[in-house]
């Protein structure tokens, strides 16, 4: 595989279930993110890992937990979301120099989640 | 003030015509700027990253204007397979956090 992959392409979970999205990068890059898409509304960063370690937490509700086992897989685990919740979660990758991102973030199809 | 801002459109124009579009950001600190693509329900692709001294990729071209805090896309010769959301991108801080603008949406009609 190539490029940024993202599973499952399509979630549908209740209230109470608990479910994980994950993320694999094939690119050889150090830094990974979770971005949240709603509709008419401009995407929303989540989370940033670089070097496998959290550099950012963008107030994102306790409700979402990330986990970077290495630098190539990124986990989302949900549990107890909300309606609201309902979005098409985006997993992106990036080659870090310094601590900043130069170079384009390559984004993977994402996962479309609905919360009912 | 949104941090990165565009106009949502949509812009309608016919095949052939140019077109451009203006993203303005908050911090004239900024170093990065990128121009991306969406396609419905598609993820986000690089178009082209923006310079300080303008450049040009085929029919696209991306301007910097620093001193008014904008940065431009120009597409001629519009075609059809052009319809898509183009999303401004900021990197406003010292880091690697990217600011997305809302988009601004693009139909080119036959």
């Known amino acids: 595989e190539t490029g940024v992959t993202q599973t499952p392409r399509h979630l549908v979970m209740g209230m109470t279930n608990k479910k994980s999205l994950k993320c694999e990068q094939h690119?050889?890059?150090?830094?990974m993110y979770w971005y949240k898409q709603s509709a008419k509304k401009p995407l929303e960063l989540m989370f940033v890992y670089s070097l496998e370690e959290r550099v950012e937490n963008n107030s994102v509700p306790s409700r979402f937990s990330p986990e970077c086992p290495n630098s190539s897989h990124l986990f989302l685990h949900l549990h107890t979301l909300q309606p609201e919740d309902s979005a098409l979660y985006l997993c992106?990758?990036?080659?870090?120099?310094?601590?900043?991102?130069?170079?384009?973030?390559?984004f993977g199809p994402g996962t479309r989640l609905t919360v009912l | 003030r949104k941090e990165v801002e565009q106009d949502p459109g949509p812009f309608n124009v016919p095949e052939g015509a140019t077109v451009a579009f203006n993203c303005t950001y908050s911090?004239?600190?900024?170093?990065?700027f990128f121009w991306y693509r969406q396609d419905c329900r598609k993820e986000p692709k690089l178009l082209m990253s923006v310079y300080s001294s303008g450049n040009e990729d085929g029919r696209f071209t991306a301007q910097l204007n620093r001193a008014s805090q904008y940065i431009s896309l120009l597409i001629r010769d519009s075609k059809l397979s052009d319809s898509a959301t183009y999303l401004c991108v900021v990197n406003l801080n010292a880091g690697n956090m990217l600011t997305f603008g809302g988009g601004t949406r693009l139909m080119v009609k036959p």
């Open positions: 911090n004239s600190a900024s170093q990065s």
């Open positions: 992106a990758s990036s080659q870090e120099i310094g601590g900043r991102t130069y170079n384009e973030q390559f």
């Open positions: 690119l050889g890059h150090n830094a």
